[in-house]
Nanobody
Framework: QVQLVESGGGLVQPGGSLRLSCAASGRTFSTYAMGWFRQAPGKEREFVAAISGGGSNTYYADSVKGRFTISRDNAKSTVNLRMNSLKPEDTAVYYC????????????????WGQGTQVTVSS
């Protein structure tokens, strides 16, 4: 069982940066692939980024590649999403997710979700 709590959302101007963090409970954090998803108003939830349990493999949606960086600290049971060059279309509720398998996290429905944190990109 994993519990996830996100933090770090807020209002930022276009071109600005923001860092989201997700704190996980449990002693087996390193066995979980972790990811970030987002959902904009009126749209379906979409994949943003994922990282393998050991941190050696990362994947990004094309829309954020080169601007967002996902990382994790297994000693602290946290996963972060650094977001640079933010655009208005990045506005959404961002969710942290966890799943044992990286493939299922990326292409299926992860079993564990945080409550979400709002990111608004606007001038």
């Amino acid at each position: 069982q994993v519990q996830l709590v996100e933090s770090g959302g807020g209002l930022v101007q276009p071109g600005g940066s923001l860092r989201l963090s997700c704190a996980a409970s449990g002693r087996t954090f390193s066995t979980y692939a972790m990811g970030w998803f987002r959902q904009a108003p009126g749209k379906e939830r979409e994949f943003v980024a994922a990282i393998s349990g050991g941190g050696s493999n990362t994947y990004y949606a094309d829309s954020v590649k080169g601007r967002f960086t996902i990382s994790r600290d297994n000693a602290k049971s946290t996963v972060n999403l650094r977001m640079n060059s933010l655009k208005p279309e990045d506005t959404a509720v961002y969710y942290c997710a966890a799943e044992i398998g990286l493939y299922k996290l990326r292409f299926g429905v992860p079993g564990y979700w945080g409550q979400g944190t709002q990111v608004t990109v606007s001038s």
